[in-house]
């Protein structure tokens, strides 16, 4: 067997479901340890917007190799993550794959894999761009998002997408959690030109991202929205942040639950601003 082929193998061999109760157990502890001492606090807006129980996708931008675990321990429950094949050797990727990683890899038939832990009631966390960049901005998201959307919605499984924005600075996590999005708006789409309705959720949620991280004061991705239709967001002037805020957790960095935006995130289908071209 060439190295090709048992590298091959060993990815089929981590397309499934490793976790069990005492891992997640066990290592949310270590997450929650870890995260403690890195950072002087997790400043968490929306969590209210992260639904309770059932599935759902959760996207977010990849800035930091930070965004996993953190957005993880938020989640607080049992979950699953694609990520890249190297990140699941060795020792690194037992513990991974014992909090629901899994290799991303276009021989790898993940689509079954995700709808499978769906039907499960767990969530999907997946970050679009495909790669962690350090340079500022948002970049524009992979395809993978809208064909895992579109399967789900086709199998008759129905879940939400709900955006994340991340940031950092100074020591502290910022996380603003955005209004869930439905496949609905973009089925009817889906039936006319499956092209179109990808490019189209694919560009929404892109948007949407990049309009959350810009309410945390990212001006890279503030000016990316400035210069698409201006009508396609709410204005971030009309921002209105709640005062109550939560403790959830103990420790040196303490993650604090901010109560939502007032402002809607979600595209509306008919824009013309979330058609593409």
Not at 38 to 47: A, E, T
Not at 169 to 179: C, K, R
């Amino acid at each position: 067997m060439s190295s090709k082929q048992t590298q091959m193998a060993r990815l089929k061999a981590s397309m499934r479901d490793c976790k069990d109760p005492v891992s997640f157990f066990l290592l949310s502890l270590l997450a929650k340890l870890v995260i403690a001492l890195h950072f002087k606090k997790v400043d968490i807006r929306g969590k209210e917007n992260l639904p309770a129980s059932g599935p759902y996708i959760c996207i977010a931008n990849h800035s930091s190799r930070w965004d996993g675990p953190t957005l993880g321990r938020i989640i607080d429950r049992p979950a699953n993550f694609m990520v890249s094949p190297n990140e699941l050797k060795g020792l690194q990727g037992f513990l991974l794959s014992r909090v629901g990683a899994f290799p991303a890899h276009p021989k790898l038939d993940f689509v079954s894999h995700v709808l499978q832990q769906f039907r499960k009631g767990e969530p999907f966390v997946i970050f679009p761009e495909g790669n962690v960049f350090y340079d500022g901005h948002t970049h524009p998201f992979k395809k993978g998002i809208a064909r895992i959307a579109f399967a789900a919605h086709q199998n008759n499984i129905e879940v939400p997408i709900v955006p994340v924005g991340i940031t950092y600075e100074s020591g502290v996590a910022h996380y603003n959690i955005g209004t869930p999005v439905s496949i609905e708006d973009y089925a009817a789409d889906l039936q006319i030109n499956p092209v179109v309705a990808s490019k189209r959720l694919t560009t929404s949620l892109h948007r949407e991202v990049c309009y959350l991280r810009s309410e945390l004061g990212c001006l890279a991705d503030r000016r990316q929205l400035d210069q698409s239709d201006a009508n396609h967001f709410i204005s971030l002037g009309k921002a209105v942040v709640s005062a109550g805020n939560t403790v959830i957790a103990e420790g040196k960095a303490d993650l604090i639950v901010t109560e939502s935006l007032n402002v809607p995130t979600t595209c509306p289908a008919s824009s013309k601003a979330a058609t593409c071209t």
